[in-house]
């Protein structure tokens, strides 16, 4: 079985871009959770979507937005790019809301 | 919101003896608490989670106990191999639809 997948592995943006980031849960995990790790601290939640919808927000600026695909694949998007949004972002797959996770290998955004 | 903190950031111990990690968390309303395992540039794995209906759990050599009174929660590894080290993070969780909010993360070093 495939795990968690994340596309691209690593990502080079200007500031003030747009960024999209795609995931590809575990078959058959309804729910995708979005997180923000910098260097040298724990990862930070974004948003968790389950059965499409928005069910989780974590404090992050208007220009980080989500959705979820009928086939629970997700997408982040990230708008307005500054140099502080230069992190490893990750995404977490799980059967539904109230299960454990398990996270992919993750996009490397680096802004410059 | 939810806060937790992590003991120590280090740690550093002989192969063969046990390794301690200590959290705390604020929020007693919080109920689901996994421990993750992220080795240099990998994505955080994994290794055991308790809930707040129960005290201990163990798989093989590793177990995790939980304080819900004193509101925190430890990760106890024993016969520490090479392979061990790594980056271990705890966090905690209320419901299902909100996000983990994870500690700093403890450097774990076994020194052969």
């Known amino acids: 079985d495939a795990g968690v997948t994340q596309s691209p592995t690593h990502l080079i943006k200007t500031r003030g871009q747009q960024v999209t980031l795609r995931c590809s849960p575990i078959?058959?995990?309804?729910?995708v959770s979005w997180y923000q790790q910098v260097l040298g601290q724990g990862p930070q939640f974004i948003f968790q979507?389950?059965?499409?919808?928005?069910?989780g927000r974590g404090n992050f600026p208007d220009r980080f937005s989500a959705r979820q695909f009928p086939n629970y694949s997700s997408e982040l998007n990230v708008n307005a790019l500054l140099l502080g949004d230069s992190a490893l972002y990750l995404c977490?797959?799980?059967?539904?809301?109230?299960?454990?996770?398990?996270f992919g290998s993750g996009t490397r955004l680096t802004v410059v | 919101g939810e806060n937790v903190e992590q003991h120590p950031s280090t740690l550093s111990v002989q192969e063969g003896d046990s390794a301690v990690i200590k959290c705390t968390y604020s929020?007693?309303?919080?109920?689901?608490f996994p421990w993750y395992k992220q080795e240099l540039g990998k994505r955080p794995q994994l290794i055991i989670d308790?809930?707040?209906?129960?005290g201990e759990k163990k798989d093989q050599r590793i177990a995790v106990t939980l304080n819900k009174t004193a509101k925190h929660f430890s990760l106890h590894i024993t016969e520490t191999q090479p392979e061990d080290s790594a980056v271990y993070f705890c966090?905690?969780?209320?419901?299902?639809?909100?996000?983990?909010?994870f500690g700093k993360g403890t450097h774990l070093i076994i020194q052969p």
């Open positions: 977490a797959s799980s059967l539904a809301q109230d299960y454990g996770y398990t």
């Open positions: 078959s058959g995990h309804k729910s």
């Open positions: 979507y389950y059965e499409k919808e928005e069910r």
């Open positions: 929020d007693s309303a919080s109920n689901y």
């Open positions: 308790i809930r707040s209906n129960v």
């Open positions: 966090a905690a969780r209320r419901g299902g639809a909100d996000g983990l909010t």
